[in-house]
């Protein structure tokens, strides 16, 4: 070896001339086996010995009382450590007290000690001390538990009377470990320490008796050495030498051949011949000679001084034991070669001794389960003599050379130790697989046999063959047997677990050089063989179970963990590079089979193999994963290995089908692909990719799935858009209109619903890879929803005013008008100003409720998809812009047409008014958008808002059209705009006056923001859609009930009331039955008190009408709300209620607004101001209005509600209304100079789209509109308009307009100033081009 010294490479080239030949082996082994009886006499004729231990009965009763159970304690605490018994010692000692219960043993069948055996077997039988035995495993605890037992058995036994029972228990205990003792011969694997530590037991435990000399007779009765025989009585016969036999056996000679060389070898082969062997090797020792070792056989001073001081102490006692048992000996042994004789606790020199509790187990303690009592007997342990008398008796030594000169050592112990051991182990194979062994018959539980092992131990122990080389020697053997298919797998972890227990007790650096040396090159020998094996069984992956490399990789993991490969210089990684290549071949071919298999499968679904493919690449990793969940041997990582072959395989494959699998996923209605085994194909590939960056870090691979699978979303994202048209048509076609639940919306609007939810669903399930494409995907989505709402607001429009404006049956062709209203036209031809009242429909509530229900759900929805995260993914994601590239940019108008004036009726009569509606067209005349028609007036307001969406300036005609019951609708005049991105991109509100081309004008709001794709914006242009349909369908209810109000709340009703005061024509019994009891609740505390000037006198109110009759006049407003508002009340929701009832009383404080005061404009108006009778009584019915939706706390608005801003804007009226007009004019001055200092200074941009993308936007915008409005509170305008009654004021009022107009520019510059600033600073996005100057406002219209 390379390590070896020189000294020893020559001894060991000197004594490999020695070649092992059967004869020699077989000589040197006789020789052991004959000292081994030599050591152990037996009598030649017993029979005589027997009454004379008779006779000594009492003598041995008081022994056994003095070393009874009360000792016992104490033998256990002799300083030793406890021993570990084998596992399966329970099992085998089970299945002995079994039979010796059962009466099935022979050598024990005294009654007492079977029914001792029988408790204690069944307390072996139970699962706790099983449980017990097996955690703890000490020999010591085994006993006292046994003896525990015994204890009380014999305690009960009546024949034990007195103190009998201690005796009786020793000898109980004895049998017990003699027990223990047969048991360990049929378990492999016994620490020798556990059999040394039995033995001590047994010679301490059992009763002094009298001991035998060399002669053959009892040393304690010389009365009868004559019945003995004189001299020594030793039997030469080979038939009571066990030991001879086996070795017989062993090498198949007769037993004359063997009598006659024992005979031969009992010439030399002495007890003295084999101390002068142990003395020579202790002068080898110390002269530093190659036998046994020497100082460069170890790798440090450590090791050799450990192994140094073990064997001169074994040798030693080996020497004291012969010595003490035969005293002849000590003649020519002298004093200073022994040690003390009290050392000598255990079997000295036995393979199994444990010399002290301090000192480590010999080098030569044995592996085997049992062998004869060849050396340690009551003989050897309890001295003979006096063992102080034994130095004195000793001789010199000096004719004792150092060298190797042996008689029981052969001239290479380890060949011959080897070829003894092959020798062995062939024989018991081949005893084991006779045909002359039956199945009942009882065979050696380990590869050697009891007597083989008892043979193999007693050579190793006179060779001086270390404990290292013995295992070592044996797993080289077992390895070799093996890889000729001698011996089962088995055998070799049970060699290596050998190995294993030395090296735990013999640190590896403390063996010996050429032992570790011969290790390593065994274990670089197995490496080899069972790597091997694990290369060619890994031909079956995927299905390759632990079970089936497990025993090969228990082997190669001790081996390798071990680090002495390297000693046989294996290169570990170029051989784990082998296996690896194997696993990526076997995948790689696993592969092409199992793809070529499943494309070879009829069909014409391409998607189908693949699909298939990726199972069961997931599946066999996922099995593989389970079944190995760490690499193998620390290196091979098999799952990861088989991925890294198969995923890129796949993803070629995949790849390769790109076009086909386009192809045949779009032909036709039913294509051969569907669509959702493309989507299953991107989700199974994903989990590939993913599987692959966890088992393959390292790896790289380039496959674009986004890329990949892009295309397959964009189409199924164009036949969604596709069928949302057919969705909405379908939940409004299969909808009843009946309240759901307690929202009280129908089922149109929850289906369609549920429609759009799907979507979303399947996007999100997919996980996209790439946040920016998914953000896209979404975005395309949310503009199909946005059209989707759209349409269903139109629809649900359409029917809901189909409803309210049914159509007359008396007309063939469809007439727009309601019928009511064109029986009030007719009587009011025929001069009766009276209008009928309209019955509300629950089917109309509903369509409201649906529309409100509709905000709540895409709210939801906006919340589900996860809009602003999106948003901000597309932020941060979005690729740069190219250059000089046209985007195609479009812009979204919102265009509010407000209000008209002056417009002139289309006949003479000065009383006419108009029925007015206004369209929008474009270049080409096609109708944009239609307001709703107000009825009987030149001054209507509509208030109505269109988005139109341009992607360059467009020209609109706004056009005031004349509703006509029949024929064509009359045009009452035009004006022109041009839609230019351009001039409105500073993206705030204009309000643009209009001049028609005939008389009058009509003011137009216009504003604009950049139409963008993304998801706020359609998801806002979704609400916006929403709101406004849910706005003109509440307008409707309004305008249904306006007509009414004004009717009962005009001036023609106001001045019949006083006319009839004056008459007294009015029938107050009839007045006082109609009243309710609301009117209980009258001058209540929440009155809102305005103080008049100190200048004014208090007005003198009229006593001639009460409060009863005030309201009597408007009954029939109070009936037609009880009639309507129940209704109402029924079937809107809570929040749609609300709304309605809060339009309501704003159109009701309108009303009496327009009773007190002309609308703003700087005409003098024909209206004439009420006299203080009239203006008490309007109040009157204020309050009264007030109360009754008010109703204590229990009507549709609260207090609150009631008296908003509005409210007090209309009580303020009364403060000024009897001012006198210069007073009118200073305080209008005062006010307007106020609103100039607290005016904000910048306008804020017109509301965007992206203000109403949620319903969280929408409130926080209404919210700021509201605080707006409080603080931009201010009585000018109402001074203004009632200025327009007065006399002489049209040039104050124009003066106040123009500086309201100059206050507005200013605020229009510097908000262009401002965002001139903004579009200056660097940006990556591209500046919005300069915006040209507004056009002046377009002059006044002639005063009438």
Excluded at 1153 to 1178: A, C, F
């Amino acid at each position: 070896m390379s390590r070896r010294s020189y000294a020893s490479s020559m001894h060991e080239r000197r004594s490999s001339r020695f070649r092992v030949s059967d004869e020699e082996l077989m000589n040197f082994v006789l020789r052991v086996a004959l000292l081994s009886y030599q050591m152990q006499p037996k009598p030649a004729e017993a029979a005589h010995v027997e009454p004379e231990r008779e006779k000594d009965y009492s003598s041995r009763i008081h022994g056994a009382l003095s070393s009874s159970l009360f000792s016992i304690g104490d033998l256990f605490r002799d300083g030793q450590k406890g021993v570990r018994f084998p596992k399966d010692l329970i099992k085998v000692l089970e299945q002995k007290l079994q039979d010796i219960a059962m009466g099935k043993d022979a050598a024990y069948s005294d009654q007492l000690i079977r029914r001792t055996m029988a408790v204690f077997y069944g307390q072996v039988k139970d699962e706790t001390f099983r449980r017990q035995m097996k955690e703890n495993r000490k020999i010591e605890e085994l006993i006292l538990m046994f003896a525990t037992n015994a204890t009380n058995v014999l305690k009960k036994e009546p024949s034990l009377q007195g103190d009998g029972w201690k005796m009786e228990l020793n000898n109980h205990i004895a049998q017990f470990v003699r027990l223990l003792r047969d048991c360990l011969r049929h378990v492999s694997h016994v620490p020798p320490e556990l059999t040394a530590r039995l033995e001590m037991y047994t010679a301490k435990l059992a009763p002094a008796q009298p001991a035998y000399s060399d002669s053959g007779y009892d040393s304690a009765s010389t009365s009868h050495r004559d019945s003995v025989g004189s001299s020594k009585r030793i039997s030469m016969q080979v038939n009571d030498m066990p030991l001879v036999l086996t070795a017989a056996r062993l090498f198949k000679l007769p037993a004359h051949i063997i009598q006659k060389e024992i005979e031969d070898m009992a010439t030399y082969c002495t007890e003295k011949a084999a101390l002068n062997d142990l003395k020579t090797c202790l002068k080898n020792i110390n002269a530093g000679a190659p036998f046994p070792f020497r100082r460069e056989d170890f790798d440090s001073d450590a090791a050799y001084q450990y192994w140094r001081t073990l064997e001169t102490s074994h040798l030693s006692q080996l020497m004291v034991v012969m010595v003490q048992f035969n005293p002849e000996l000590a003649k020519s042994t002298p004093s200073e070669a022994l040690p003390p004789s009290h050392a000598a606790n255990g079997r000295p020199g036995s393979l199994y001794s444990t010399y002290s509790s301090s000192r480590p187990d010999s080098y030569y303690a044995g592996t085997s389960t049992q062998r004869h009592a060849s050396v340690s007997s009551r003989h050897s342990i309890m001295s003979p003599s006096d063992p102080d008398a034994v130095p004195g008796a000793l001789e010199g030594d000096e004719e004792i050379q150092v060298g190797f000169n042996f008689t029981f050592i052969p001239p290479n112990p380890r060949k011959y130790y080897k070829r003894l051991l092959e020798y062995c182990i062939t024989a018991d194979l081949e005893a084991m697989l006779s045909p002359a062994v039956g199945d009942d018959d009882e065979v050696s539980l380990g590869i050697l046999s009891p007597p083989h092992i008892e043979l193999i131990n007693e050579c190793a122990l006179r060779w001086r063959i270390g404990q290292p080389y013995r295992v070592a020697c044996f797993l080289d053997i077992v390895r070799q047997f093996y890889e000729r298919n001698e011996v089962p797998l088995e055998c070799v972890p049970e060699a290596l677990a050998n190995i294993t227990r030395v090296v735990n007790e013999i640190e590896l650096e403390k063996w010996p050089i050429q032992d570790v040396d011969y290790l390593a090159q065994i274990y670089g020998g197995l490496f080899s063989t069972f790597l091997s094996h694990l290369y060619h069984s890994l031909d079956g992956l995927p299905h390759i179970k632990p079970s089936e490399v497990a025993p090969y990789l228990s082997i190669l993991e001790t081996v390798r963990e071990s680090g002495l490969l390297e000693r046989y210089d294996v290169d570990v990684a170029a051989r784990m590079s082998d296996i690896q290549s194997q696993v990526r071949e076997v995948s790689a071919r696993y592969y092409g089979q199992k793809m070529q298999e499943l494309q070879a499968a009829p069909g014409v679904n391409r998607a189908l193999p693949l699909l298939l493919m990726t199972d069961e690449i997931e599946k066999n990793a996922k099995l593989l994963d389970k079944r190995f969940p760490e690499p193998i041997l620390g290196h091979l990582d098999i799952v990861s290995l088989m991925l890294e072959v198969q995923i890129p395989h796949f993803l070629m494959d995949l790849d390769d089908s790109k076009k086909r699998l386009f192809e045949d996923s779009m032909n036709g209605p039913t294509p051969d692909v569907p669509i959702q085994d493309i989507f299953a194909l991107y989700r199974r590939t994903k989990t590939l990719l993913g599987m692959y960056k966890a088992f393959c870090p390292n790896g790289e691979i380039q496959f674009d799935l986004g890329g990949f699978f892009e295309p397959y979303v964009r189409q199924w994202l164009v036949n969604t858009d596709n069928k949302t048209a057919q969705w909405v048509q379908a939940a409004i076609a299969a909808d009843k209109f009946q309240a759901e639940g307690e929202e009280g919306h129908s089922s149109s609007i929850i289906d369609l619903f549920d429609s759009l939810r799907s979507p979303i669903q399947f996007l999100q399930d997919l996980e996209w890879i790439d946040e920016y494409q998914e953000a896209r995907f979404f975005t395309s989505l949310s503009k199909t929803i946005s059209k989707a709402i759209n349409q269903y607001c139109a629809t649900i429009e359409e029917l809901f005013m189909s409803e309210m404006f049914p159509r007359p049956t008396e007309y063939l062709q469809p007439q727009k008008s309601s019928a009511w209203l064109e029986k009030a036209k007719q009587l009011a031809d025929r001069g009766e100003k009276k209008v009928e009242a309209f019955t509300f429909q629950p089917e109309s509530c509903v369509k409201l409720n649906n529309i409100e229900a509709a905000r709540r759900l895409l709210d939801n929805m906006y919340a589900q998809m996860e809009a602003d995260k999106k948003m901000e993914v597309l932020e941060h994601s979005a690729p740069p812009v190219p250059e000089k590239v046209d985007r195609g940019d479009r812009f979204l108008f919102t265009v509010k047409v407000a209000i008209a004036e002056g417009l002139v009726p289309l006949d003479s009569s000065p009383s006419s008014r108009l029925d007015t509606f206004v369209t929008l067209s474009d270049e080409q005349g096609n109708r944009l958008a239609k307001t709703r028609t107000i009825y009987e007036t030149l001054n209507p307001r509509w208030d109505e808002s269109f988005d139109l969406s341009v992607d360059k300036p467009l020209w609109i005609m706004i056009s005031v059209r004349d509703r006509a019951l029949v024929g064509k609708h009359d045009t009452v005049g035009r004006a022109y705009l041009c839609l230019d991105p351009k001039r409105f991109g500073d993206f705030l509100t204009h309000d643009l006056w209009m001049d028609l081309d005939t008389q009058g004008r009509i003011l137009l709001r216009i504003s604009m923001e950049g139409e963008k794709d993304d998801l706020q914006f359609y998801f806002g242009r979704a609400f916006r859609s929403l709101k406004r349909a849910e706005n003109d369908m509440v307008r409707v209810f309004i305008d249904k009930m306006s007509p009414f109000i004004r009717q009962c709340l005009s001036r023609t009703v106001l001045k019949t009331l006083v006319k009839s005061t004056q008459s007294g024509s009015i029938d107050y019994n009839k007045a006082l039955g109609n009243v309710t009891a609301l009117f209980g609740s009258l001058g209540t505390k929440d009155d809102v008190q305005i103080p008049l000037p100190h200048s004014d006198k208090p007005r003198i109110k009229p006593e001639s009408l009460t409060d009863v009759e005030i309201e009597q006049a408007i009954v029939p407003l109070f009936d037609f709300f009880d009639a309507n508002l129940s209704t109402l009340n029924t079937y809107l929701s809570e929040t749609t209620k609300d709304m309605v009832m809060s339009r309501v009383w704003k159109e009701i404080l309108n009303v009496i607004e327009g009773l007190l005061i002309p609308p703003l404009s700087d005409v003098q108006s024909d209206m004439k101001p009420l006299s203080d009778k009239e203006v008490d009584i309007v109040f009157k019915w204020l309050k009264f209005l007030r109360d009754y939706f008010y109703a204590g706390g229990e009507g549709p608005i609260s207090l609150e509600a009631l008296q908003n801003q509005k409210y007090r804007d209309v009580l303020s009226i009364r403060l000024y209304y009897d001012w006198h007009t210069d007073a009118l004019m200073e305080e209008c001055v005062r006010m307007m100079q106020h609103s100039l200092r607290v005016s904000p200074t910048v306008k804020k941009r017109a509301k965007s789209v992206y203000q109403q993308r949620n319903l969280g936007t929408i409130k926080n915008r209404k919210k700021e509109k509201q605080q707006e409005k409080e603080k931009e509170v201010s009585n000018g305008e109402t001074i203004l308009r009632i200025l327009r009654m007065r006399p002489n004021t049209s040039d104050f009022i124009a003066q106040q307009l123009q500086a309201l107009n100059s206050l507005a520019a200013e605020r229009d510059a510097h908000a262009k100033e401002t965002e001139k600033r903004k579009l200056q600073r660097p940006r990556q996005q591209p500046q919005i081009p300069p915006i040209p100057s507004i056009p002046p406002v377009p002059a006044l219209p002639p005063k009438s």
